[in-house]
């Protein structure tokens, strides 16, 4: 199941980022995984897989508006 939230840090040293989610959740994420220029206050789309050092974001999308 997809999520929404909002990239809420960036950090390109060590390549990661985080979200957080509609619960106020907050997930990292892997930066070189993105196929956009990730932005703070950023919506986006995602899906939250365990990995053996916990909890990651990934298959990230930008979020579009529905009209």
Request: glycine share 4%; proline share 1%.
């Amino acid at each position: 199941m997809r999520r929404r939230g909002y990239i809420i840090s960036i950090n390109k040293d060590i390549a990661l980022g985080t979200i957080v989610d509609t619960n106020e959740q907050e997930i990292n994420f892997l930066i070189r995984e993105l196929i956009f220029v990730p932005l703070i206050n950023q919506e986006i789309t995602f899906i939250i897989e365990m990995t053996e050092s916990g909890l990651i974001a990934t298959d990230i999308e930008l979020k579009t508006e529905s009209k």
